[in-house]
């Protein structure tokens, strides 16, 4: 049980503060507890923002997405704390618009558009629609009151560390890190005593096995890494300095991706994919290119991709809107007495 | 070369999933149900917009396409019935629904009663213009 505390306190900590304000801000009679709930809440974002950081270095991408993920987050507990819906309405459009941020830092420029003029424009709009049609005057139960709010934050609670708790699991890079710390360093390597201090001395190791550990390491983990040429341009005797450093450079994109995709399951290499949506993600690559993270014309991608593997779906798709809204008009639809 | 892993999007789309269900369980108005359902909906869409980035192909974006698409017609579905529940009750309380609950469950009774809105403010009115206010003519002597 310790262990498992140990071990995961940087998930259970921030998700146990989060939960602790989201359980104080619900809607209750007595508001005496809401500004202690906002101190806490705040906590626990602050929390988890402090511990996904993982270096120091500061980049316009990190920046962006830890201010898109910190104003979901909080436009997601204000949804939650609102007595009034019309600004729960509104904080679920902020909600709306910072997903669509990270959707576009993923390079997904279309779906940030759709979403925005889907969720943004069309949904929240009608649902402050139907806020203004049912509006209430004075205080109703349904705003002001919350059903079992310490059960249902202990069900969110158990739901979010049991998750964060995989990820931390499944997602660890701080192996890759290390990794990535030590190739950094051979690329930049001008003598052979760097390479030395990071590879350690050749000369120290046992005869038959010549291979520092660091290349079994690197060849165990996900990146298609060539053991023997490295070997080879180690053991030569007037060290090849540069010709090992532009090897390196050229293998840490690799890894690089390779960090930024661990734990990311990968199909099986039988199974056949269609290339429509862009290079599958099982498929051999020739010697000498690299994986792009996404396809560069993604917009045109994305619909090439939508008419021809997924054309049944978005005829079904199609269909199901033409449904939905005959549906939804014959449930509203007043009907006179003796009309129907 | 990018810091920002998997990883991270992930853990953030947890959290907007956890925080969709926290206010679906917790929540007694229809309407605000409902946007906590969507608000689940946008972080299983951001999930599946982050492994179509690092898996570097579009399955992901299609899907969260169609995604959309469902909530679409889930949002125009699930306004016409809170619609049509409203005229029925009177009310978005999904409480008063409760006799829809398994039989074997106690109902929930709300015990402390609400407090009284508040008396509407009486303001004072002013009078009409063009028209002399009725007060009384004061005997006053001009000498």
Not at chain 1, 277 to 306: I, Q
Not at chain 1, 312 to 330: F, K, W, Y
Request: proline share 6%; hydrophobic share 55%; charged share 15%.
């Amino acid at each position: 049980m310790f262990d498992f505390l140990w071990e995961y306190w940087a998930a259970l900590f921030p998700a146990a503060l989060g939960f602790a304000g989201i359980y104080l801000l619900l809607p209750r009679l007595d508001r005496q507890y809401r500004l202690l709930g906002a101190a806490l809440g705040g906590a626990g974002l602050l929390a988890a923002g402090w511990f996904l950081v993982e270096n120091d270095a500061v980049l316009p991408e990190t920046i962006l997405f830890y201010a898109f993920s910190a104003l979901a987050i909080l436009g997601g507990g204000l949804m939650l704390a609102q007595h009034n819906p019309v600004h729960a309405a509104l904080s679920f459009a902020l909600v709306v618009l910072s997903t669509c941020g990270l959707f576009l830092l993923l390079a997904a420029p279309f779906l940030m558009a759709a979403t925005i003029i889907v969720y943004a424009g069309a949904i929240v709009v009608t649902f402050l629609f139907v806020i203004m049609l049912a509006q209430q005057a004075g205080l109703t139960s349904a705003d002001q009151r919350s059903r079992e709010p310490f059960l249902a934050c202990l069900a969110g609670f158990v739901l979010l560390t049991a998750l964060l708790c995989v990820l931390q699991k499944n997602y660890d890079t701080h192996k890759f890190d290390a990794l990535l710390a030590k190739i950094q360093e051979l690329a930049q390597a001008k003598t052979e005593k760097d390479v030395k201090r990071v590879l350690g001395d050749p000369a120290d190791r046992p005869p038959g096995n010549m291979s520092p550990p660091l290349f079994a390491e690197l060849e165990k983990s996900f990146v298609d890494f060539d053991r023997g040429k490295a070997d080879l341009l180690l053991i030569q005797t007037p060290m090849p300095v540069a010709k090992l450093a532009t090897f390196f450079q050229d293998f840490e994109e690799q890894v690089q991706r390779a960090r930024n995709q661990v734990g990311a399951l990968q199909p099986a290499a039988d199974l056949p994919l269609s290339s429509f949506s862009g290079l599958p993600p099982n498929k051999e690559l020739a010697k000498g290119k690299v994986r792009h993270e996404m396809p560069a014309r993604n917009v045109a991608g994305l619909g090439r991709a939508l008419f021809t593997d997924y054309l049944l779906a978005v005829e079904l798709a199609g269909t199901l809107l033409l449904v939905a809204s005959i549906g939804a008009i014959a449930i509203a639809a007043r009907h006179r007495e003796g009309l129907r | 070369m990018s810091l920002v892993t998997l990883h991270n999007y992930l853990a953030v789309a947890a959290i907007l999933f956890a925080l969709g269900a926290v206010g679906f369980l917790a929540r007694r108005n229809l309407i605000i149900m409902f946007l906590s359902a969507e608000m689940m909906l946008q972080g299983v869409a951001l999930n599946l917009v982050a492994f179509a980035r690092y898996r570097g192909n579009l399955q992901g974006q299609a899907f969260t396409l169609f995604i959309l698409t469902v909530a679409a017609c889930e949002a125009a579905i699930a306004l016409a019935l809170i619609l049509m529940l409203f005229r029925r009750r009177k009310s978005l309380d999904v409480s008063l629904w409760q006799d829809l609950r398994e039989p074997d469950l106690e109902p929930i009774v709300d015990e402390e009663p609400l407090p009284a809105p508040p008396e509407p403010e009486v303001l004072p009115h002013l009078t009409p213009a063009g028209r002399e206010p009725d007060h009384p003519r004061e005997e006053t002597s001009h000498v």
